[in-house]
């Protein structure tokens, strides 16, 4: 699925329009929400990044990822591995994959 790259701005509703969110560098239209909506949807590519790079800092510490099973860090092991697995289906949502 291709996408349209960030950053992208919002301009702001006239009126009783929509909003529209455009990139930034081309002026390309990407979407035409509600104004409450027009700011969280500006944001997607950087939020994507940003989700991109939890991600690969949570696999790369093996000290979160494997704590033994008998460990009193069992809990903070469980919580990264899921938290990992809601970054990772997240990213694959936005990606269109895996739906």
Same mark, same amino acid.
């Given at each position: 699925?291709?996408h =349209? $790259?960030?950053p992208?701005v !919002?301009?702001? $509703?006239?009126?009783?329009?929509h909003?529209? !969110? ?8 990407? /979407?035409? $929400? =509600? /104004?409450d ?7 997607a $590519?950087?939020?994507?990044?940003q989700?991109k ?7 790369g510490h &093996?000290? +979160?990822?494997s !704590?033994p ?6 809990k903070? &092991?469980?919580y +990264?591995v899921?938290?990992?697995?809601? +970054?990772e289906? /997240?990213? /694959?949502k936005a990606?269109g994959?895996?739906?």
């Amino acid at each position: 699925m291709a996408h =349209t $790259p960030g950053p992208w701005v !919002v301009r702001e $509703p006239q009126g009783d329009e929509h909003a529209e !969110v455009y990139a930034e560098d081309g002026g390309v239209l990407v /979407a035409w $929400p =509600t /104004a409450d909506n027009a700011k969280l949807i500006a944001a997607a $590519p950087e939020l994507l990044s940003q989700l991109k790079m939890a991600s690969e800092f949570i696999s790369g510490h &093996n000290e +979160c990822l494997s !704590v033994p099973s008998g460990s009193g860090d069992r809990k903070w &092991n469980d919580y +990264c591995v899921g938290l990992l697995e809601d +970054c990772e289906a /997240a990213i /694959a949502k936005a990606e269109g994959r895996g739906e």
